[in-house]
């Protein structure tokens, strides 16, 4: 039996919009399945930069935020020249790791959106030297404010 993943996006949520360009898409003429990891960087670059702080500023710290698990569900095939809308959410921040979720729209006419992927990544915080360290406090104060508080 599969093994099911949550991928739900939570308030907050970034919105960013990106156009596929052909060199995205394979000989089908549907965007390549590797390219949608793509599509959750730039959606989880752009929230950084825009709600917390940019990657390039967290290097600065001394830190690298590598994928160490990602989950793509694939709903819909996008296409050259479709307008996507990449919606992006923090869900999770722990000492050394944090996990976003995403899901990847299309504008159709009208201006209706269809669900074309829901997934997520995890991300360890490391130093220079490859080693697990804990986020600094600048950045983990900054990215623990952007995920939801449970409540009790």
Not at 4 to 28: C, K, M, Q, W
Not at 107 to 120: I, M
Not at 135 to 142: G, R, S
Request: with cysteine; charged share 25%; aromatic share 12%.
């Amino acid at each position: 039996m599969a093994k099911s993943f949550s991928a739900s996006l939570h308030e907050p949520i970034f919105r960013t919009n990106y156009r596929v360009i052909y060199g995205d898409t394979d000989a089908a003429g549907v965007v390549y399945n590797a390219n949608y990891l793509r599509y959750f960087e730039i959606g989880r670059t752009e929230m950084m930069r825009a709600w917390a702080i940019p990657y390039s500023q967290v290097e600065q710290m001394g830190c690298v935020l590598p994928i160490t698990e990602s989950y793509i569900r694939f709903k819909a095939p996008a296409r050259y020249d479709d307008l996507l809308t990449i919606a992006t959410s923090l869900v999770e921040v722990k000492r050394v790791s944090c996990r976003f979720h995403y899901a990847i729209y299309r504008t159709e006419e009208g201006g209706r959106e269809q669900l074309l992927v829901r997934g997520f990544t995890s991300l360890a915080c490391i130093n220079a030297e490859g080693r697990l360290t804990a986020f600094p406090d600048e950045l983990m104060e900054k990215i623990s404010a952007l995920v939801p508080q449970k409540e009790v």
